[in-house]
């Protein structure tokens, strides 16, 4: 636990001998099964999370039941969003899906708000990364203004090729639409012309990425 978190955390090393010992003793870990959902909310706040392995979608819905996905966590990564309903004037309600078998670190939020109120090289690097991530949503949300869906769908796939590794992905039509928020009908229009071009090939529940130069340019 102790070598993890001093992987992960980058105050790690600013912290008193008798900080790190409670957080490591204090840090739960738990094993979620691909397809569970978390709700993150003021009512179901976890505390700091950090992904030990896997990878996780965090989103949000709207009132009619469609899904934007804000952004993903892998390994090693860090959602201080989790936390955020022990900071003064934040309200934030999303879900995060697992998509792959994982295992989360989760500091509770009475530990870390301890630490952060005590230590000011936890509370800079808290609001660093609440404020990187509030301006990664925002852009997000000015693509999804001003930009047109073969943009964000292009970038969809761009975004789950790097998380692959490979040119070659299992993904679903649905996946895609949720990813950006529109119909499946509209995704599987667009992926159709994506094909024809030749920018990519698809097979039944797989698509492979030719062109990724072409992607970027959409």
């Avoid at 939020?109 to 000011?120: I, R």
């Avoid at 073969?150 to 895609?176: K, Y």
């Avoid at 529109?182 to 992926?191: G, I, K, N, P, Q």
Wanted: net charge negative; aromatic share 6%.
């Amino acid at each position: 636990m102790e070598e993890f978190l001093s992987q992960t955390l980058p105050f790690w090393s600013r912290l008193t001998e008798d900080e790190r010992k409670e957080l490591a003793v204090k840090t739960q870990e738990e094993h979620w099964k691909k397809g569970a959902v978390i709700h993150l909310g003021r009512r179901d706040c976890a505390g700091v999370q950090l992904v030990k392995s896997g990878q996780v979608r965090a989103y949000i819905t709207s009132p009619g039941g469609g899904e934007i996905t804000l952004f993903r966590l892998v390994e090693g990564d860090v959602s201080i969003l989790s936390a955020a309903c022990m900071m003064k004037g934040m309200d934030i309600e999303m879900d995060m899906q697992i998509e792959e078998d994982t295992i989360l670190y989760t500091i509770p939020k009475v530990v870390y708000k301890k630490l952060s109120e005590e230590n000011n090289s936890v509370k800079d690097y808290t609001m660093e990364k609440v404020s990187e991530k509030f301006s990664d949503v925002m852009w997000l949300f000015n693509q999804y203004v001003f930009s047109n869906v073969a943009s964000r769908l292009s970038d969809a796939i761009l975004e789950h090729r790097a998380l692959a590794g490979s040119n070659v992905m299992e993904i679903t039509h649905d996946a895609l639409a949720r990813d950006i928020g529109t119909a499946r009908e509209v995704v599987t229009r667009l992926l159709k012309q994506f094909q024809t071009d030749g920018h990519i090939k698809m097979t039944r529940g797989r698509i492979e990425v030719i062109e990724p130069k072409a992607l970027e340019k959409i």
